[in-house]
């Protein structure tokens, strides 16, 4: 799924686009940094409520290549610039991590377990 299907299946804001030619095909929701560290998450959409350069730098070392931030979290400048020297896409959404989840799982986007 491209980037901005999930835009529009998530009712986001895309705040940093990095490649165009992103295609996601998994998704993992957490807010525990540690958790995501589990896995190489290649082809994985991060859904979280923690908007902080940290989570930036957790999706940086485990190949995330979009960060969905769910309850209208507010995306920093120095995240933007973090996800743009590392190819990541940024994008905003009102919905829940539930609601995100749910409507990416319902349109194709698989777990990681």
Do not use: H, W
Not at 6 to 26: A, M
Not at 50 to 57: I, Y
Request: aromatic fraction near 8%.
């Amino acid at each position: 799924m491209n980037l901005y299907t999930v835009n529009e299946l998530v009712k986001g804001t895309i705040c940093q686009e990095c490649s165009t030619s992103q295609e996601f095909t998994y998704a993992f929701a957490s807010d525990l940094m540690s958790d995501v560290l589990r896995f190489n998450m290649e082809k994985t959409i991060l859904i979280t409520g923690l908007s902080t350069v940290q989570t930036l730098r957790t999706a940086e070392m485990s190949n995330i290549e979009c960060i969905i931030f769910a309850r209208d979290k507010k995306v920093t400048d120095e995240m933007i610039t973090l996800a743009a020297e590392n190819n990541i896409s940024l994008i905003t959404t009102p919905l829940t991590l539930f609601e995100v989840s749910g409507r990416l799982y319902s349109n194709g986007i698989k777990p990681i377990f």
